[in-house]
T-cell receptor
Framework: KAGVTQTPRYLIKTRGQQVTLSCSPI?????VSWYQQTPGQGLQFLFE???????NKGNFPGRFSGRQFSNSRSEMNVSTLELGDSALYLC????????????FGSGTRLTVV | DQQVKQNSPSLSVQEGRISILNCDYT??????FLWYKKYPAEGPTFLIS?????DKNEDGRFTVFLNKSAKHLSLHIVPSQPGDSAVYFC??????????????FGTGTQLKVEL
């Protein structure tokens, strides 16, 4: 079966711009979670969507937002980009949400210049 | 507030020897612990997990030990192989009020297995 697909793989944006990242989960998975990975910080939880509803949220500013569509595909948006937003953004899908059964995508590498 | 800590950012081991990766946590509500392995330019892949009611789980060359009283877990890889060279993340799962579980990750340990 197809895995979790994230697009684009790489992105370069300028400070102040906004960006939208996309995640297509494994077929049948209803939960999509987003994580930010930066050197020395590990994977920081952004938010989780389940059946088109944001179910859980991490400690990120309101510039970070997301949504989930009826086919379970999810997008995350970052507005007013800052240099510190440069990171690898990972999404993970699972059948019912969180913890066990996570499958991660390969990530989108965002560079803000 | 780092609830899951991996205090060794890197570890170097010779091929064939044992690799021991450590992880400490602070939240007593975690009900599952997991280890993920990550290669550059790829997403993390699940390796092995352990329930909080167990103290050991084994899968081939990989064994995870949990010491609840010390809030400590470790991953043992025996024997270590060059293909094991990767970043290993410890993660802990807890039920959250919004429903479902949330994974909290450590900062990772870069394992290098040398010939």
């Amino acid at each position: 079966k197809a895995g979790v697909t994230q697009t684009p793989r790489y992105l370069i944006k300028t400070r102040g711009q906004q960006v939208t990242l996309s995640c297509s989960p494994i077929s049948g998975h209803r939960s999509v979670s987003w994580y930010q990975q930066t050197p020395g910080q590990g994977l920081q939880f952004l938010f989780e969507y389940f059946s088109e509803t944001q179910r859980n949220k991490g400690n990120f500013p309101g510039r970070f937002s997301g949504r989930q569509f009826s086919n379970s595909r999810s997008e995350m948006n970052v507005s007013t980009l800052e240099l510190g937003d440069s990171a690898l953004y990972l999404c993970a899908s699972s059948l019912t949400g969180g913890g066990l059964g996570y499958t991660f995508g390969s990530g989108t590498r965002l560079t803000v210049v | 507030d780092q609830q899951v800590k991996q205090n060794s950012p890197s570890l170097s081991v010779q091929e064939g020897r044992i690799s021991i990766l450590n992880c400490d946590y602070t939240n007593s509500m975690f009900d599952y612990f997991l280890w993920y392995k990550k290669y550059p330019a790829e997403g993390p892949t699940f390796l092995i997990s352990i329930s909080s009611i167990k103290d050991k789980n084994e899968d081939g060359r990989f064994t995870v030990f949990l010491n609840k009283s010390a809030k400590h877990l470790s991953l043992h890889i025996v024997p270590s192989q060059p293909g094991d060279s990767a970043v290993y993340f410890c993660a802990a799962s807890a039920l959250v009020t919004g429903g479902g579980n949330k994974l909290t990750f450590g900062t990772g340990t870069q394992l290098k297995v040398e010939l």
